[in-house]
């Protein structure tokens, strides 16, 4: 017998018929006698209409500031997740199966005070352990815990993940199995490249990398806790038959494992390739060249709340003025801009410039810090195809590389073949 926690992404439990399929998931880890928590996402596409709700009422209401209080957005786009989760335990109670619904706050899962990205400080799992012990199937609903305000609060987008792989390692559980719309984790977004090939396994810090990066298949925030608290994670596909062969195998389910590096025998140099889309890119051009400048640059774009991610500075040609580029979501670039602007004369520039509608393409892999000419073989491989680079970062097990937004699909693609992704 095992202790296994079980999530299902939106597209897992679109409608009423992948809820039942998803029942059956977990009716036969029921029937194999282990005990089991199961994390529901809200219904594909449910939150961003009750985000879109969010971020539209002010207007309405003819409100002069898109202004809206982030305690009521949590309550709002809560709810996604507290229908698929009622609906479930009623999929299972169907099937003859002990389950009730958790709602984040009853178990608790007891969140910091940030709404709308709040990140999880405590679960208490005795209470479900103990219905676990006694056969109830846990069904809890994902994104979603209590603030130190006692009001709900969410855990940022994709943050059933990150519920999940909480309550896997609250509950001690054997392990946590993400099940989404892929069957596992992939070199990169089989969306994007066809050829992309799947991982049988793919270490914690390169998963970390990805999925900061942009691969959306895990939450970074999940990742981050399966390495800490070392849960055996899982990425697997909720659409293959629920009683196939080998889907109830306990020590190696079909998917991806997420795991320590030493677990992987055959380490590639890359990995895998990932993108961010909507990125955006600011120049100071002609900045003073002095010491305290980038404080009096990126000071006020913290205070902002604004992300800033790559930075290129150029070295200064006579020591008096230099160039500075960094990017930002698209999203942020005028409060950036309007931000820069307040501050111009203690930052001390000429011109500002930006550009929004740019494509991070990022290459990643272990294997990396101990191998030469990875960069040069990616900027060789876009320069073939005529992909200008804007930017570039690197750290020991990534490359990153700023472009233009049409020639995201074309990057992706050509980086995979050109490290030999796409063959086996
Ligand atoms: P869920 O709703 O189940 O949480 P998500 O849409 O959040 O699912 O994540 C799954 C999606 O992640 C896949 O459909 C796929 O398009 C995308 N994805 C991006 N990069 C990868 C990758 N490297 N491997 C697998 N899937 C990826
Ligand atoms: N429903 C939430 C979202 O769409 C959380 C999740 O699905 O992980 O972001
Ligand atoms: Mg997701």
Redesign the pocket.
């Known amino acids: 017998m095992a202790r296994i926690v079980m ?6 439990v679109a409608n009423l018929e992948r809820i039942y399929n998803v029942a059956r998931h977990v009716k036969r880890e029921v029937d194999a006698g282990h005990e089991v928590a199961v994390v529901v ?1 809200a219904m ?1 596409g449910k939150t961003n209409e009750l985000v879109d709700w969010v971020q539209t009422m002010p207007k309405v209401a003819g409100a002069d500031s898109p202004f809206y209080d982030a305690r009521e957005y949590d309550a709002v786009v809560a709810s996604g997740e507290q229908v698929t989760s009622g609906l479930l335990a009623i999929a299972l109670q169907s099937m003859g199966v002990n389950a009730r619904s958790w709602q984040g706050w009853q178990i608790p899962i007891k969140t910091d005070n940030a709404h709308g990205a709040a990140r999880i400080q405590e679960i208490d799992g005795e209470d479900i352990i103990r219905r676990m012990g006694e056969g109830q199937v846990a069904v809890v609903a994902g994104f979603q815990g209590i603030g130190p305000d006692n009001r709900i609060a969410t855990l940022g987008r ?1 943050g ?2 990150t519920s999940a792989v909480a309550i896997a390692a609250g509950v001690k559980a054997d392990r946590c199995d ?5 069957d ?9 490249e066809p050829k ?1 090939r ?2 049988k396994k793919i270490a914690f810090e390169e998963m970390l990398e ?1 999925a900061s990066l ?6 970074v925030r999940s990742v981050e806790l399966a390495m800490v608290h070392k849960v055996r994670t899982f ?1 697997r596909s ?1 659409f293959e038959d629920p009683d196939a062969p080998g889907m109830g195998d306990l020590m190696n389910p079909p998917g ?1 494992l997420i795991c320590d590096e030493e677990e992987i025998v055959e380490q590639e140099v890359v990995t ?3 993108y961010a889309k909507d990125e955006a890119q600011i120049s100071l051009r002609r900045l003073a060249d002095r010491p305290g400048v980038s404080a009096a640059i990126f000071g006020p774009l913290a205070e902002a709340h604004i992300n800033v991610d790559m930075i290129v500075q150029n070295i200064s040609e006579d020591g008096t003025r230099t160039d500075m580029t960094f990017t930002v979501p698209s999203g942020d670039v005028d409060k950036a801009l309007a931000v820069l602007g307040e501050n111009k004369d203690t930052i001390g520039y000429d011109v500002l410039q930006s550009e929004k509608g740019l494509v991070k393409v990022s290459v990643i892999g272990i294997g990396m810090r101990s191998h030469a000419g990875v960069a040069a073989t990616a900027f060789r491989a876009l320069a073939e195809k005529g992909i200008n680079i804007k930017a570039i970062t690197t750290s020991e097990i990534k490359i990153s590389i700023l472009i233009d937004g049409p020639y995201a699909e074309l990057a992706v693609r050509t980086l995979h073949s050109c490290y030999g992704l796409d063959k086996n």
Request: glycine content about 14%.
């Open positions: 999530k299902f992404g939106g597209t897992s996402s594909s994709g059933s993940d993400i099940y989404t719309d892929v596992g984790v992939y070199t990169t977004d089989p969306r994007i992309a799947r991982l990805m942009g691969a959306k298949v895990l939450q990425v909720s991806t895998g390739i990932a």
